[in-house]
């Protein structure tokens, strides 16, 4: 959904079954989850949504799919129609189904992209405006943008490779603001797609602000919804005219995810 329609809703999937099963990424190696916590981290964050005005919706977790919280990459909104996901791994496959099916059911037209085509949905993808961002290089595949072209026109998609594996989705290191700017981490980003953030005239952030999973925030309205809060970040704020809520995440930030990844806003 581009940045100039606000969201009424937010997809949430609560964490019954979220746990450390196996490791598809560099933050889960050798990590155990504390469930309790887990749980008080992901009510503070509905509840966030709920000062917000935007309607939490919820997805039954599947007992298979631990990482299925992650509700960012069930795939992107583009206009009404919601298009799925295809996983990279194995263990995250059963997902896109079961979030196809719920967007079906809620009365939202969900189309396809062909299956060979890699692409973790709104972990990949975020509008900026009404372009839409999208990352490869580790959980998408470049191609992703030829197969998006039936849904938007070719200067409406700006595709940027990542270089660094801890920050393997867009959304670890970029995030839209609601004013049209953005902020980013330049060493996530490959040569060329660094030099032409800095040209588009993002905000950079620090390495400690993505480490601790900041960058994976939502900023709606005049607020930033984000696990970590430095020096950067608030002057950034201050020029933006918004206010930071923070909310922890540490037990998401084991499996390398956070505020963003648990969030999926329609």
Known sequence: MSNNVLPKNVLLCPPTQYDLRYAI???????QVDKIKAV???????????????????????DALPDMVFTANAGVMIGDIFIPSNFRYVERQGESKLFADYFERVGIKVEYID???????????LFLGD????????RSMQETKTALLKYLPED???????????????????????????????????????????QLGGYW???????NYGCNMVA?????LTSYVD??????????NLKIVQLPINEFIKAGGGVRCLSFPY
């Not at 660094?164 to 959304?171: G, Q, R, S």
């Open 115 to 125: 299956e060979s085509i890699i692409f973790e949905g709104a972990g990949d993808a």
């Open 40 to 62: 008080e981290e992901f009510d503070a964050i509905v509840e966030a949504y709920k000062t917000l005005g935007l309607k939490p919706q919820f997805i039954e977790q599947d």
């Open 220 to 224: 709606y309205g005049d607020t930033m």
């Open 156 to 198: 409406k998609i700006l595709s940027l490779g990542l270089s660094n594996p801890y920050f393997y989705h867009l959304d670890t290191c970029f995030s839209p603001l609601p004013s049209g700017k953005f902020i980013y981490y330049p060493d996530a980003f490959d040569d060329q797609s660094r030099k032409l953030l800095e």
């Open 205 to 211: 952030v620090t390495e400690d602000f993505c480490i």
């Open 25 to 31: 990424n560099p933050w889960m190696l050798g990590q």
């Open 231 to 240: 020096e950067r970040i608030q002057e950034i704020a201050d020029l933006e």
């Open 131 to 138: 372009t839409l961002v999208l990352g490869y290089g580790f």
